[in-house]
């Protein structure tokens, strides 16, 4: 994931909580790694998908529904006749704010991804929901040791740093129709970090958190420091193919899970500060929670060039 070190745009993040890993082991190394709980969380596949379209086409009725109909077959969206003319209404103002939005001077671009035809208030029920909130309330906030934040010395910073051409990133990977945003955010991290200090990039299994981490809520939301928690007490997590996922919650497989690949020992607060952040950052990849409520953050796709 690409991070910039001072981000002045309204589509990146608002820091209200930070978290690093202390202690991290894996097959091969003792490590260190970061988790940076913000306000609300969201994994949204589908960014890359292109789908473009021009002015001509916003012109009438007829030259929209055709719009729409090329929509779904590119996304293979299947829609009853009933349901595409309810949904097609929802469609028309989102193309229209995707348009205007691209028309201005910002950092970002909008597309037409698979969720032009939902509501915001429908993506944000399906794919961007907190607790947050709820879990800092049962459990509030893991602060570091006497130690102190482990990068605050660092003061040497890049303006910006990309993980994914340091190998440290895994391929953009499906959510599906389930709240396991939590599951993802916590396993892009275990998975940076060890391949910084192994450099091996294996894909981890969200799967596992989901099915055996019960005192999170499963596709209903979950956070990450539970999750780490688990990871720690479990002793590892495994593999995606030894554990693969499937977008809902089911029976624990003990059997799979018995298998641990990576494991970790703990994390700590950072200091709810930017330039904390940016010396994580600059360090290693974090694992962010992100108010992904916005209607842009439904359409988003990249930052402008």
Known sequence: MHSQINPSNSLLIHITHTAIEQVFKSTMAIVKFLMVPLLLFVLVSGLAESFEFNETELASEQSLWKLYERWSNHHTISRDLKEKHRRFSVFKENVNHVF????????????????????NYEFVNLYARSNISHYRKLYGSRRGGAGGFMYEQVTDLPPSIDWRERGAVNDIKEQ???????????????????????????????????????????????????AFD?????????TENNYPYHAQR???????????????????????????????????????????????????SEASS
């Open 176 to 226: 599906g129709v389930c709240g396991s945003c939590w599951a993802f955010s916590t396993v892009a991290a275990v998975e940076g970090i060890n391949q910084i200090k192994t450099g091996q990039l294996l894909s981890l299994s969200e799967q596992e958190l989901l099915d055996c981490n019960l005192r999170n809520r499963g596709c209903n939301g979950g956070f990450m420091e539970i």
């Open 100 to 119: 205007t939005v691209n028309q201005m001077e910002k950092p970002y671009k909008l597309r037409l991804n698979k969720f032009a035809d939902m509501s």
């Open 230 to 238: 688990f990871i720690s007490r479990n002793g590892g997590v495994t």
């Open 250 to 300: 089911g029976f624990c497989r003990l059997s799979r899970r018995n298998l641990p690949i990576v494991t970790i020992d703990g994390y700590e607060t950072v200091p709810e500060n930017e330039n904390a952040l940016a010396q994580a950052v600059a360090n290693q990849p974090v694992s962010v929670a992100i108010d992904a409520a916005g209607r842009d953050f439904q359409f988003y």
